[in-house]
């Protein structure tokens, strides 16, 4: 077995992430501050990104998802790591340096409620990074304002109306649009489809991945929806408390977890079959995810792990190679899949046919 840094991050990769950590200071006191602690939100995580892939970043809520997609971005600073964007560590640069790279990485926001500015149109609001980064001037902005609404399925004549006339997922077609503005390489897509309902979450997800192929553009795709990560990643990698705990190709993940905590996730799907819903049991993880304030000691997850040892309460799992780039960081990971019998392969592919037979029943109802 090795170490993930000669796993991933090789090079080659349009992103390579090096032990990235965020860690954000807690202060107590109005006029004389004193550090009381650190919130490790992100605490050390190494993966690589293939040009044109989609990496697909799971986890629930509080996990480091959002922060590890901005500390990429360096909308946070990140404490410690590296991150090697076409073989230029983007955590060294600043001032115009870190403006003119902002050009070829760009992010999608959450919620297109909040990331629009209510007082700016369309036009303006998707307009303003090519004047900053003075791609185009005078006419030619509104000539490239109108092809990217066009390219993200609004109408054209769109561009003089303000965000509030607009509905949720055009709204996101919108935050889309201005993303590619500048023509950027690698998308972060922090949950972008998390705030639509079902039917406008595929086409927005069906809308990327068009997008993606046209423009040949990389994606970092966050969610917490075990479906929409399948259906457009090629591989997922799963959070835990600041750490990643496994990843793998999508399809591999999904029908041969190896974490316990990768397991749980997958026993939570239900599954549309009721001789299978009648004889498994689900993974219930008993208490609650710990503070990152105070993370426990060893592996993060032996707290709630139901097959946990002594080894676990001690010692940090490496993020090792089980085989053909399927890592995780567990001891016990050869022998998790007979120890937690709920997601026996059988029952692993029902799952991964449950989550692409929804995809495809939303597919269909939009076209």
Not at 217 to 233: G, K, P, W
Not at 236 to 244: D, Q, R
Not at 284 to 305: K, Y
Not at 329 to 357: F, G, H, N
């Amino acid at each position: 077995m090795t170490t993930a840094p000669s796993g991933v991050g090789e090079s080659g990769n349009l992103i390579d992430v090096n032990g990235l950590e965020m860690h954000f200071p807690v202060n107590r006191g109005i006029i004389f501050q004193r550090r009381v602690g650190t919130v490790k939100a992100v605490d050390g995580i190494t993966f690589g990104i293939k040009k044109g892939e989609t990496l697909g970043l799971v986890g629930e809520s509080g996990c480091g998802k959002s922060t590890t997609g901005r500390a990429i971005l360096q909308l946070y600073r990140p404490t410690a790591g590296n991150v090697i964007f076409e073989g230029q560590d983007l955590t060294k640069l600043s001032g115009d340096a870190l403006r003119k790279m902002r050009r070829r990485v760009q992010m999608i926001f959450q919620d297109p409620y909040a990331s629009l500015n209510p007082r700016m149109t369309v036009g303006d609001i998707i307009g303003e990074p090519i004047r900053v980064h003075k791609l185009r001037e005078g006419k030619a902005v509104r000539e490239r304002v109108e092809e990217l609404l066009g390219l993200v399925g609004l109408n054209p004549a769109f561009a003089n109306r303000y965000p509030h006339e607009f509905s949720g997922g055009q709204r996101q077609r919108i935050g889309i649009a201005r993303a590619l503005a500048v023509e950027p390489q690698f998308v972060v897509c922090d949950e972008p489809v998390s705030a639509l309902d079902v039917s406008i979450q595929a086409q927005v997800v069906n809308l990327l991945e068009e997008l993606q192929q046209k423009l040949g553009l990389t994606y970092l795709f966050i969610a917490h929806d075990l479906s929409v990560v399948r259906h457009i990643s090629d591989r997922v990698a799963v959070m835990y408390l600041g750490k990643m705990v496994e990843l793998s190709e999508g399809s591999k993940l999904y029908s041969m977890p190896l974490h316990p905590y990768t397991q749980a996730l997958l026993s939570a799907v239900p599954i549309p079959d009721p001789k299978i819903e009648q004889h498994r049991r689900r993974i219930i993880l008993e208490g609650d995810v710990p503070s990152p304030l105070n993370p426990p000691s060893g592996c993060h997850f032996h707290t709630r792990c139901p097959i946990a040892i002594q080894q676990c309460k001690e010692e940090e799992p490496p993020f090792m190679d089980y085989g053909d780039g399927h890592f995780a960081a567990c001891w016990r990971a050869r022998e998790s899949a007979e120890l937690m019998p709920t997601v026996a392969q059988k029952q692993a592919d029902a799952v991964a046919a449950r989550i692409s037979a929804d995809i495809a029943k939303v597919k269909s109802v939009t076209h």
